[in-house]
């Protein structure tokens, strides 16, 4: 268990509203990632962080920001939900320094725009 | 940018008997790595095993192993005397040895263990 917390872990909301997912490491690692998961795609990577007030786009970055203020906590924002972000999604941390370190997952949020 | 291609949307296997699932990816780079998770229907992502493209040999963790061509661009995943436990969904990965970001994924392949 490498001590990673998303909240929440289901969320409804409307179209056009503001929503925001946290993801909360006990460890201090320093990297962290968001991914969305849908069907026949697989996982895909929204943005990541590497330090503090330190991120970067992913694959699907659109629609999305994110920040990092302390190592612990990485929010990934939607600043108005539509439709094709309902999706699952993953806040993961890698646990070590080097390339072959895997990630570690958190148990993913559902989040359903209405 | 890299892709990972899981050929196979569904797959089973009766139980104590062997499945092979495929992964190919492309790539230009020669040092990678090369990740199986498996999701059971609980949503989380658990690490099966994992493989240095620098590494001839192929990883093994008890029942999960690997069969990793480097020239084919091919990272099978051999599952031995299958259990029902191990009906999940089976993601192949891909990460660069050069970009913090680079970790990509493949579409997936569902696994279904008969009894």
């Known amino acids: 268990d490498a001590g990673i917390t998303q909240s929440p872990r289901h969320k409804v909301t409307e179209t056009g509203t503001p929503v925001t997912l946290r993801c909360h490491q006990t460890?201090?690692?320093?990297?962290m990632y968001w991914y969305r998961q849908d069907p026949g795609h697989g996982l895909r990577l929204i943005h990541y962080?590497?330090?503090?007030?330190?991120?970067d786009k992913g694959e699907v970055s659109d629609g999305y920001s994110v920040s990092r203020s302390k190592t612990e906590d990485f929010l990934l924002t939607l600043e108005s939900a539509t439709s094709s972000q309902t999706s699952v999604y993953f806040c993961?941390?890698?646990?070590?320094?080097?390339?072959?370190?895997?990630?570690?997952f958190g148990n993913g949020t559902r989040l359903t725009v209405t | 940018a890299q892709t990972v291609t899981q050929s196979q949307p569904e797959m089973s296997v009766q139980e104590a008997e062997t499945v092979t699932l495929s992964c190919t990816y492309d790539?230009?780079?020669?040092?990678?790595?090369l990740f199986w998770y498996k999701q059971p229907p609980s949503r989380q992502m658990i690490l099966v095993i994992r493989q240095e493209a620098y590494k001839q040999q192929n990883a093994t963790e008890n029942r999960f192993s690997v069969n990793f061509q480097k020239a084919a661009k091919s990272f099978s995943l051999k599952i031995s005397d299958s259990q029902l436990g191990d009906a999940a969904m089976y993601f192949c990965a891909y990460r660069s040895a050069r970009l913090d970001n680079d970790m990509r994924f493949g579409a997936g392949t569902r696994l279904t263990v008969k009894p």
């Open positions: 790539t230009s780079e020669s040092d990678y790595y």
């Open positions: 460890e201090n690692h320093r990297y």
């Open positions: 962080s590497y330090g503090v007030k330190d991120t």
């Open positions: 993961a941390i890698r646990t070590g320094s080097s390339y072959n370190s895997p990630l570690h």
